[in-house]
């Protein structure tokens, strides 16, 4: 299978005053296009911070993560600002939707900064702030949220809300989704349902995922598990 | 529109329930607004203060006065005056007798006041001060029917007629056709036994005018007579000791008069020349600084009002730091972020600073506008009306969902505001608080700077803006990964 993503001998250390602790120790990892790859572990064991490094919210220590050969440790603030924007999409255990703004405003949010701020640009194609929001739209409907679009994110549904996340995530084509417990704050039904949804985004978009989970539902989903210990990876 | 002022814009209405912040938003508007608004509005008054006082003392005073270092007599005046009016930008002068006199009012034993008199060539003084224009009554110094009914009624000598202060008449009881005694000089009789003795030299003038300039210095304490009849008294005819001249432009006082200076007198006559800006420097300098303390504490106030700003854009920054986690993870810059809450305190600062100028032209309008006005308990009845009917939308929770609705409402509360503060405030009558002869003038002066009124506009965004960029910068510097775990 075509790697997306190559992570080689990842380290990360957290500094308080004079001491160091070490949360991941020289991690190794592929991630292949249109998998979805779920990583499980104990508690702390780094789940999130690897999550977060790979999704440029946070830099390594030490090593290196390659997007398709393309080192993204060695990118600018402002170039990964762009990365993010155009090659990640997150889901995040509470769904961080924005209060003020609709379904539709939520899930066009990315397409708009892209719009804005790096001239609209899709795979080369520049988009109008108008087609924007039309596919911002049929995301939503595509996630079955067509009755929603005007809804504000309190007078939607935990379920709702989660999968409002999600279609959010797609608005750029990203080159992955990282879901950080998806389902970690809904209940069993809505849980499903929301699986649902990214397996099928999985299928028909040939979209890949990683996401980090204690549930044991998803890895079941997913085409790959890996399991964390102690800071390395353990397939 | 940019992505920036879309959330911007939308942060600052808040649609949550919480409608927290916006409120504070609407309260730091407020705070702008008045600030500015005070500023222009003492701003306005301090400068029809001193516009009012300047126009006046230009009205009734001569340009320029032109005297001996001694204040001695001197002759040839006439020859003078016509080399001056000869030199570009002069308009005219005239000659004067100034001196000062007591009264010797009836049934006293001694000089009960001392007031200046101006011995005047009334044609000349004309085209100086304007002085008939201030008179009420009549200026004819020599044939006034005053004078013979006085002498007829009186059975004592006349010298002439006088015109005399308002206040000045009011003080010692005097009205048209009243004679009032002057103690012109104290002569020293020699012949006496002993130490020589002071002779009293008394003058009998008929007050045959008037004189309201306005100006309580002059108002209070000035007499007018003819100046033949002045040089009589001190036995300097054909000469005066004042020239006074009136310039086409006020403002060239300080290139002419040198000029004149030189052209009237030789520089071995020891002549002093004394501008309108000189005799007056002491006032204007007061109002200048004062105008300056005004201006800065005025700007305090606007420093206090982006205090305000700061401070909601904190708390801002406070309520929507997962919002800006989120944002940086969707591809958001921490220009974006930045930008996002500039856009948001510059808004409020701009609204403020338009409302606070909308107000404070509003209340110069309404402060120097005299018309009709309907009365107080009219805008009391209409105010306490609205108050009882929105309590009741409140209380009954009817408050209107549509945007429209909104607009509409805050359009109503809008124009009942203006209503109430037309009809309550008005003019105000310096004569009626007693202030009149302090500030030398009936009403409040109110002249809208239109300069000044750009400045602070200019001043106060700025001001604003720059109260926005700390909190904007701690918004961008938030951790994406703490801000989207903030509780």
């Known amino acids: 299978m075509e790697k997306l993503i190559r992570i080689d001998n990842l380290h990360k250390s957290y500094y308080d005053g004079d001491s160091e602790l070490k949360v991941l120790k020289g991690l190794n990892l592929d991630v292949h296009k249109s998998e979805i790859l779920t990583i499980m572990g104990a508690s702390g064991v780094g789940k999130s911070t690897l999550l977060h490094l790979i999704g440029t919210l946070d830099r390594p220590t030490e090593g290196s993560i390659f997007y398709e050969d393309q080192d993204i440790t060695a990118l600018s603030e402002i170039e990964l600002s762009r990365f993010r924007n155009n090659a990640i999409g997150f889901v995040f255990q509470f769904h961080q939707l924005l209060a003020e703004f609709t379904a539709l405003e939520n899930v066009a949010m990315g397409g708009y900064i892209k719009y804005s701020k790096y001239s609209g640009s899709l795979n080369g194609k520049t988009q109008s702030l108008r087609e924007v929001y039309e596919k911002a739209e049929h995301l939503l409907n595509s996630v079955g949220l067509s009755e929603r679009l005007t809804h504000f994110p309190s007078q939607l549904s935990g379920g709702e809300r989660q999968?409002?996340?999600?279609?959010?995530?797609?608005?750029?084509?990203?080159?992955?989704?990282?879901?950080?417990?998806?389902?970690?704050?809904?209940?069993?039904?809505?849980?499903?349902?929301?699986?649902?949804?990214l397996q099928d985004i999985n299928e028909r978009l040939n979209q890949t995922f990683i996401i980090v989970t204690h549930d044991s539902r998803i890895s079941e989903r997913a085409k790959r598990t890996v399991h964390m210990v102690d800071g390395k990876i353990e397939e | 529109m940019k992505f920036e002022w879309f959330v911007a814009s939308r942060y600052l209405q808040s649609r949550r329930k919480q409608s927290f912040i916006s409120i504070i938003s609407i309260i730091s508007i407020v705070g702008v607004s008045l600030g500015v608004a005070t500023v222009i509005l003492v701003i306005a008054v301090l400068d029809g203060v001193e516009h009012g006082l300047r126009d006046r003392f230009l009205a009734n005073?001569?340009?320029?006065?032109?005297?001996?270092?001694?204040?001695?007599?001197?002759?040839?005046?006439?020859?003078?005056?016509?080399?001056?009016?000869?030199?570009?930008?002069?308009?005219?002068?005239s000659p004067v007798v100034y001196s000062q006199m007591g009264v010797f009012q009836t049934g006293s034993e001694g000089i009960t006041d001392t007031i200046y008199i101006k011995g005047i060539d009334l044609t000349q003084e004309e085209k100086v001060t304007g002085f008939s224009q201030y008179v009420n009554g009549s200026i004819d110094f020599q044939t006034s029917p005053l004078i013979a009914e006085a002498e007829l009624r009186e059975q004592e000598t006349i010298t002439g007629g006088i015109v005399l202060g308002s206040r000045l008449a009011q003080r010692h009881g005097l009205t048209r056709g009243d004679v009032l005694r002057l103690v012109v000089k104290l002569v020293e009789d020699p012949g006496g036994f002993g130490s020589p003795m002071l002779l009293v030299d008394f003058s009998n003038f008929v007050v045959i005018?008037?004189?309201?300039?306005?100006?309580?210095?002059?108002?209070?304490?000035?007499?007018?007579?003819?100046?033949?009849?002045?040089?009589?008294?001190?036995?300097?005819?054909?000469?005066?000791?004042?020239?006074?001249?009136?310039?086409?432009?006020?403002?060239?006082?300080?290139?002419?008069?040198?000029?004149?200076?030189?052209?009237?007198?030789?520089?071995?006559e020891m002549p002093i020349t004394t501008t309108w800006l000189e005799t007056h420097s002491a006032l204007f300098a007061a109002l200048k600084m004062e105008k300056m303390a005004t201006v800065i504490i005025e700007a305090l106030i606007i420093l206090v009002a982006a205090f305000n700003i700061a401070s909601t854009l904190i708390m801002t920054v406070m309520e929507k730091t997962?919002?800006?986690?989120?944002?940086?993870?969707?591809?958001?810059?921490?220009?974006?972020?930045?930008?996002?809450?500039?856009?948001?305190?510059?808004?409020?600062?701009?609204?403020?600073?338009?409302?606070?100028?909308?107000?404070?032209l509003g209340l110069c309008w309404l402060l120097s506008t005299n018309i009709l006005r309907p009365s107080p308990w009219i805008a009391i009845a209409v105010i306490g009306i609205l108050i009882l009917c929105q309590t009741i939308i409140t209380f009954r929770r009817l408050i209107p969902t549509s945007k429209a609705l909104k607009i509409g409402m805050v359009f109503f509360w809008t124009l009942t505001v203006c209503f109430v503060l037309y009809c309550l405030v008005k003019p105000i009558s310096l004569k009626e608080l007693g202030f009149s002869e302090i500030y030398q003038m009936n009403?409040?002066?109110?002249?809208?700077?239109?300069?000044?009124?750009?400045?602070?506009?200019?001043?106060?965004?700025?001001?604003?803006?720059?109260?926005?960029?700390?909190?904007?910068?701690?918004?961008?510097?938030?951790?994406?990964?703490?801000?989207?775990?903030?509780?």
């Open chain 2, 443 to 487: 009403q409040l002066p109110i002249r809208v700077n239109w300069f000044f009124v750009g400045f602070i506009n200019l001043l106060s965004f700025l001001i604003c803006w720059l109260a926005t960029i700390y909190p904007a910068w701690q918004a961008s510097n938030l951790n994406p990964i703490e801000a989207l775990q903030y509780e």
């Open chain 2, 61 to 93: 005073e001569a340009h320029i006065v032109l005297r001996m270092i001694d204040h001695s007599f001197f002759g040839n005046y006439q020859d003078r005056i016509e080399q001056i009016t000869e030199i570009d930008g002069v308009v005219a002068a």
């Open chain 2, 209 to 268: 005018g008037v004189y309201e300039s306005e100006l309580a210095v002059y108002d209070n304490r000035i007499g007018f007579i003819d100046y033949k009849t002045a040089q009589k008294l001190y036995s300097q005819v054909g000469k005066v000791n004042v020239l006074l001249v009136r310039l086409e432009d006020a403002e060239t006082v300080s290139e002419l008069s040198p000029v004149i200076e030189e052209t009237a007198f030789s520089f071995m």
């Open chain 1, 163 to 197: 999968r409002v996340a999600i279609a959010r995530a797609l608005i750029n084509q990203p080159k992955v989704i990282l879901a950080d417990e998806p389902t970690g704050n809904i209940d069993d039904k809505t849980s499903e349902a929301v699986l649902d949804v």
């Open chain 2, 322 to 360: 997962r919002d800006v986690g989120t944002l940086r993870t969707l591809g958001a810059t921490r220009g974006n972020i930045m930008r996002i809450f500039i856009i948001q305190g510059s808004v409020i600062g701009m609204l403020g600073t338009i409302a606070g100028t909308v107000l404070g």
